[in-house]
């Protein structure tokens, strides 16, 4: 089986603060790729960040990065120097290379972000 | 480059009566998907197309609803008759196989009343 979960169901941080979110998964496969998806309240889902899991490096983009721990299956995601804009729900989701190759996301977690 | 576009972004119908969704995606991807996304929780996967071949539609309710992609481009998603339950956002992302990147379009929000 394949399955995501979030364990937060809301955070709240100040603007300019760090703030984690947190994901676990679990796959039996070996094979796969993990992603947080933001959604704002346009609804359009947008591709934050995403990590193959044969690579060790954790990735990084801008002010977003993950922290992967393939043995624990988590997958976490740091937000530096929040903006108002990132106010939205994050998903966690991953995405099996072999079987499925499909997405399967978390519950979300909505994030807001205040002034 | 355009992204991915759905048609309409919203819809309110009466049960029992047909809806249609149209997506256009990404320019040269070759791999679309429908996904559902009920209020306050996580898409999840209706249909995959491969090109013009649906090649995992097993989560698509076949008794009502219906898909197709013609020539590889643009897909629909039908749903004839609505019920209640199927208020929903209706999602199409594409991608290019070899990249795995799944690009959204902006969904339709479908009220059945």
């Known amino acids: 089986a394949q399955t995501v979960t979030q364990s937060q169901p809301e955070m709240s941080v100040q603007e300019a603060e760090t703030v984690t979110l947190s994901c676990t998964y679990d796959?039996?496969?070996?094979?796969?790729?993990l992603f947080w998806y933001k959604q704002p309240p346009s609804r359009q889902m947008i591709l934050v960040i995403r990590?193959?899991?044969?690579?060790?490096q954790n990735a990084t983009e801008n002010r977003f990065s993950v922290n992967f721990q393939k043995a624990a299956k988590s997958f976490s995601l740091k937000i530096s120097d929040s903006q108002l804009g990132d106010t939205a729900m994050y998903f966690c989701a991953s995405y099996l290379i072999q079987g499925a190759q499909k997405l399967v996301f978390g519950q979300g977690t909505r994030l807001t972000i205040n002034p | 480059e355009a992204g991915v576009v759905q048609s309409p972004r919203y819809k309110i119908i009466e049960k029992k009566q047909p809806v249609a969704f149209w997506c256009n995606p990404i320019s040269g991807h070759n791999t679309l998907y429908w996904y559902r996304q009920n209020l306050g929780q996580g898409p999840e996967l209706l249909i995959r197309?491969?090109?013009?071949?649906?090649?995992?539609d097993s989560q698509l309710p076949k008794d009502r609803f219906s898909a197709e992609r013609l020539k590889g481009v643009d897909s629909t998603l039908k749903i004839q008759p609505a019920e209640l339950g199927d208020s929903a956002v209706y999602l199409c992302?594409?991608?290019?196989?070899?990249?795995?990147?799944?690009?959204f379009g902006p969904g339709t929000r479908l009220t059945v009343l």
């Open positions: 197309y491969e090109n013009e071949e649906a090649v995992d």
């Open positions: 992302a594409s991608s290019l196989d070899q990249e795995k990147k799944q690009f």
């Open positions: 796959t039996s496969e070996s094979n796969y790729y």
């Open positions: 990590q193959e899991a044969y690579k060790q």
